[in-house]
């Protein structure tokens, strides 16, 4: 190569590097900009330190959430499936029941996912005993001589041979995860409803409670999410086609993934692209929404079948989350000392009734006793956690319950060995307890367990910082809304005073949210009824640091009823002299059952569904 050349082409690679840079730096002046540019745009009192709000509940709030016992009804099944996939008959229950094993005849069909909402079911296999089931989920129906159906029923049995990938063993610096998540609960109905667990997690194991945790979005989708994923329902719908980056290192870090949840109608896997998990309870849920696959036991008395609970918080002769704790142990006990993701999401026994929380008390707490005598939270990670508190119902009415529906419960295990090795770990969860805490932050600390990040610096204040910040680093205590990523009308940090309903201002912001909640249903140009305001329940005056100097401007929580339809709804708006803005959205605090059942199943209506009355 000839001078000229040489000299030509250093000469082209510094302008292009020069070039380069200069793009690169106004990039950052731009981005920067943005940045200041949306950060004056946001109110101040979402940029102020928190104070939490704090009301202390009276014995009428207390009485609400009393009672709501209700019984599965109890009966030895005629079959099972043993610890080695062999399915069997369950003599002695059938002896007890006075009927005669010889007279059985039995079939199964294996459940099988067809797509993310339905299953299919195999033909009938003969059941002839003992016989290996290779899929993990079967119906199972007998017959006897004279032709009655005596006993039809699902059967699970984790199997390991499904799984095709390898599954290395767990370390003492690479940690099994274990979620047990209880949909709708705030921290406050956790210690009244979940008082056992809570005593034997916090004070005999030493788990941590964190008792800032805050909601950042309405509903399970937006905060499991956050913590699944770190992002936002907006970034998910983006993204749908990528894997999410925790469960990418899940996979690669050789962890087995066991996911249970008992409710059918599940939104996350539209929003994110979730792959198909290896060990998933979803099947037995879908099947059980089949009107044709009834769970039934004959009395061998009456010759009539029991009359089993129709309650959704069973499924037959058994409570869902004990089936879901039952199935999470199998996980266990099948992978001995290997690495582990379980998450189970229990929704039906608190999501519609707070009250029947106390009926998973006794077998959360022996799952938790049962994991920590086996030795399996040796190296486990244990949350208990949470999505947010009650949203309907008669205690979310309350002004107690709208503070702690903002609560939701969170409390983190984490081995001995990992509190001697890391101290400042264990001191950090101290610390974080009341600190201002996001399921953002939950999220990055699931990234530092699988990921194995457990020595990790301090995270650097630069512009690109992530919105979370691990609660195993310590979580500062001036922390602001705005710096955790919660909006205003999730924010705990107000304090708020009733005011009268007679003020001609309640009134006008009311009929301001009403027209409001007009508008989006006119927007999605579906048959939904036009609603008018029926009559105002409650008002309270919310107190921000802003507002403390500013007597212009006022912010109102109201309560109200529309009617057709008898809705009650809860608005925050803002009120100042040039306008009225409303803060959020509009929160529905009574159950609409079919009210919507016009709105199309889709996520873009999700949010639609809790404001539309259907005229048809």
């Known amino acids: 190569m000839n001078r000229k050349r040489f000299r030509r082409l250093v000469t082209q690679n510094c302008y292009v590097r020069r070039r380069f840079k200069r793009i690169f730096t106004y990039l950052i002046l731009i981005v920067g900009c943005c940045v200041y540019l949306l950060k004056k745009s946001v109110p101040a ?76 079911l195999s033909p009938r296999v003969k059941f002839i005993e003992p016989v290996f089931v290779y899929n993990e989920f079967i119906y199972v129906i007998c017959n ?164 089993l609970s129709t309650n959704p918080i069973c ?14 142990k199998q996980c266990f006990e099948k992978y001995k000392k290997k690495r582990k993701y379980v998450f189970m999401w229990n929704n039906q026994v608190s999501h519609h009734n707070p009250q029947s929380l106390s009926l998973a008390d006794e077998d959360t707490k022996q799952f938790i006793e049962w994991m920590n005598s086996t030795g399996n939270l040796k190296n486990t990670v244990l949350l208990v956690m949470s999505d947010h508190g009650p949203r309907y119902g008669k205690f979310a009415q309350t002004d107690f319950g709208r503070i702690t529906r903002n609560n939701p419960l969170l409390s983190i295990y984490i081995p001995h060995h990992v509190k001697e090795t890391f101290p400042t ?52 205590k001036q922390r602001s809304c705005y710096e955790a990523s919660i909006g205003e009308s999730y924010c705990p940090c107000y304090a708020s005073q009733p005011t009268s309903l007679a003020d001609d201002t309640v009134q006008l912001v009311t009929i301001f949210a009403v027209d409001w909640l007009n508008q989006i249903i006119t927007d999605h140009n579906v048959s939904c009824a036009h609603l008018k305001l029926k009559s105002v329940k409650s008002a309270r005056i919310q107190f921000t640091p802003s507002l403390r100097y500013d007597r212009n401007e006022h912010r109102y929580i109201i309560n109200f009823y529309t009617y057709p339809g008898n809705g009650l709804f809860q608005a925050i708006v803002l009120k100042d002299v040039e306008k009225i803005s409303l803060l959020g959205n509009v929160d529905r605090l009574n159950e609409y059952g079919n009210q919507s059942s016009c709105i199309p199943e889709k996520l873009a209506h999700t949010g639609l569904r809790k404001y539309c009355y259907c005229q048809s």
């Not at 749908?240 to 899940?250: G, H, K, N, S, Y």
């Not at 999220?443 to 990040?453: C, F, G, P, Q, W």
Request: aromatic share 10%; glycine share 4%; proline share 4%.
């Open 45 to 120: 009192n979402v940029l102020m330190p928190c104070e939490f709000e704090t009301v202390a509940p009276d014995k009428a709030v207390l009485k609400l959430l009393q009672g709501r016992q209700v019984k599965c009804r109890m009966w030895q099944p005629f079959a099972y499936i043993n610890q080695s996939g062999h399915l069997h008959l369950n003599r002695t229950a059938i002896n007890n029941a006075n009927f005669s094993i010889r007279e059985f005849k039995c079939d199964y069909r294996s459940i099988l996912m067809d797509g993310l909402n339905a299953v299919k």
């Open 144 to 307: 006897i001589t004279n032709g009655n159906t005596v006993y039809s029923n699902f059967h699970f049995n984790l199997n390991p041979k499904v799984n095709k990938r390898k599954i290395l063993n767990e370390a003492t610096d690479q940690l099994s995860v274990v979620i047990i998540g209880f949909d709708s609960v705030s921290r406050f109905v956790a210690e009244q409803k979940l008082p056992k667990t809570l005593d034997f997690f916090e004070n005999s194991l030493g788990a941590y409670p964190i008792k800032g945790f805050t909601r950042i979005g309405d509903n399970t989708l937006p905060n499991l999410l956050a913590v699944l994923t770190g992002k936002t329902v907006l970034e998910s719908i983006l993204t749908a086609r990528t894997i999410p980056v925790l469960f990418q290192e899940v996979l690669s870090r050789g962890y087995i993934d066991c996911y249970a949840e008992d409710w059918a109608p599940y939104l996350v896997p539209f929003v994110a692209k979730y792959p198909n998990y290896t060990h998933y309870f979803r099947s037995v849920i879908l099947a059980n929404e089949n009107k044709d696959l009834h769970v039934s036991q004959l009395s061998s008395v009456t010759m009539k079948h029991i009359k």
């Open 315 to 328: 499924i037959g002769n058994e409570f869902k989350h004990k089936i879901i704790f039952e199935y999470s």
């Open 425 to 476: 770990i264990a001191k950090n969860l101290k610390v974080n307890k009341n600190r201002l805490t996001t399921p953002f932050d939950l999220y990055e600390t699931l990234k530092d367990i699988i990921s194995s990040n457990l020595e990790k610096r301090e995270k650097e204040n630069n512009l690109f910082n992530s919105r979370g910040t691990s609660l195993f680093r310590e979580i500062h």
